[in-house]
T-cell receptor
Framework: GENVEQHPSTLSVQEGDSAVIKCTYS??????FPWYKQELGKRPQLIID?????GEKKDQRIAVTLNKTAKHFSLHITETQPEDSAVYFC????????????FGAGTRLAVHP | DTAVSQTPKYLVTQMGNDKSIKCEQN?????MYWYKQDSKKFLKIMFS???????INETVPNRFSPKSPDKAHLNLHINSLELGDSAVYFC?????????????FGEGSRLTVL
């Protein structure tokens, strides 16, 4: 079935620490894995994505890793800052190639000064 | 310039009423979507149109009817509103339905059914 599991549902860290959010997906044909950040009262926005031909991608303090064999991918945020506080969603596409993104349930990250 | 714009941003209405939400994108994208975000923040796809053609139609009550007059517009009409319809509805667009890539979301329309 179409399923993306995300955990943890909440994550609280001190400023400067690292945060890791993990997702697993069920459709072995999935080949694109984005992460979206949603600040309170705002729209979700893409922060990083990875395609299945690579195992890791970095963009400054954020990185995503992909393990296609195990069907899981993770978001890593280093040197967290209070402005990183938000809800983070992973997603994976399903069924037929159209951009039907199934989102995980979200992780609420709180970074405390 | 707002890339994906939705109106209205807030909508408060009584059960049983009919309401519409409009969405427009100026990105030149071929594909548009409606997502529903409930009170637990879960984002669930409802519909998608690619160049005015319906390509994704999830298990949504037929009280919800999307309409795409052209590829830059996707509207959502809801009949006989129920309490459970209360949510934030996000419109989104992407470059093309067959090429998986970034979704650009609108600011959301918060619907409250009393």
């Amino acid at each position: 079935g179409e399923n993306v599991e995300q955990h943890p549902s909440t994550l609280s860290v001190q400023e400067g620490d690292s945060a890791v959010i993990k997702c697993t997906y069920s459709d072995s044909a999935s080949n694109y894995f984005p992460w979206y950040k949603q600040e309170l009262g705002k729209r979700p926005q893409l922060i990083i994505d990875i395609r299945s031909n690579v195992g890791e991608k970095k963009d400054q303090r954020i990185a995503v890793t992909l393990n296609k064999t195990a069907k899981h991918f993770s978001l890593h945020i280093t040197e967290t800052q209070p402005e990183d506080s938000a809800v983070y969603f992973c997603a994976a596409p399903f069924s037929g190639g159209y951009n039907k993104l199934i989102f995980g349930a979200g992780t609420r990250l709180a970074v405390h000064p | 310039d707002t890339a994906v714009s939705q109106t209205p941003k807030y909508l408060v209405t009584q059960m049983g009423n009919d309401k519409s939400i409009k969405c427009e994108q100026n990105l030149g994208h071929d594909t548009m979507y409606w997502y529903k975000q409930d009170s637990k923040k879960f984002l669930k796809i409802m519909f998608s149109y690619n160049n005015k053609e319906l390509i994704i139609n999830e298990t949504v009550p037929n009280r919800f009817s999307p309409k795409s007059p052209d590829k830059a517009h996707l509207n959502l009409h809801i009949n006989s509103l129920e309490l459970g319809d209360s949510a934030v509805y996000f419109c989104a667009s992407s470059l093309a339905g067959g090429i998986i890539g970034e979704l650009f979301f609108g600011e959301g329309s918060r619907l409250t059914v009393l």
